[in-house]
């Protein structure tokens, strides 16, 4: 599939994973070719948005995902078979070593590939204002709270959104998505993110985190399960 006005490849982190990122915006004329590419389910759900922005972003951001998929399957996008299996957790019907994830923020989405891992994506506009204070109390452990001591209140800022992107990416890949056990997930920022330590599932000897290389208003991580 070559790069389009809505998707284009990201440098990939891995040889195993690849990267694209999806503007969520289509032109009107677009309408009725996509409508074609999705499935039943699909073309139900978007009937149910009930602004007309959501139902384009989300139309346009499955119709992307499938011509992602449908290209590294060699098939045609339409014939995609997206299911949802474990935990909600959706994947390709029968593609043995396919693993795939989606992220979204505003009209942009992240789309992430891996053939020998479970993979979880996400994404956050770099300006996107949080409360810093009440996420680091509940969502970050004592090792990250100390990491932002020295920082300024907008380096601050960035600091915990990349944290919650690698944390909320690990999450996704388990499948536990907000269920997941934040507060007791230890990432590591210094020198590329890494898991210092983590319960269960997330023990950092399953894991590899990644810097996704997106546009420079956004941040984003990639993380990999080898469970």
Known sequence: MNDSPNVR?????????RLWWCRLRADGSDAESFEAILSDDER??????????LRDRYVTGRVAL???????LDIAPADVC???GTRGRPHVNDAVGIDFNVSHTGDCA????STDA????????RDRQINVEGLARKFLTAGERDALDPLDDDARRVH??????????????TGDALSAPFASIDVDLRQGPHLRAGPGMYAPSAWILHAAQVPGDHVATVALWRA
Not at 9 to 17: D, E, H, K, M
Not at 160 to 173: F, G
């Open 9 to 17: 490849a990201l440098p990939s982190p891995t040889s195993s994973v």
């Open 118 to 125: 479970r993979i979880g994506v996400d994404v956050e506009r």
């Open 66 to 72: 499938r011509r992602v998929l449908g290209m590294i």
């Open 110 to 113: 992240l789309v992430g590939v």
């Open 82 to 84: 997206i299911v949802r």
């Open 44 to 53: 139900r759900r978007a009937a149910r948005f009930g602004m007309a922005l």
């Open 160 to 173: 915990v959104l990349t944290l919650w992107t690698c944390k909320e990416a690990m999450s996704k890949a």
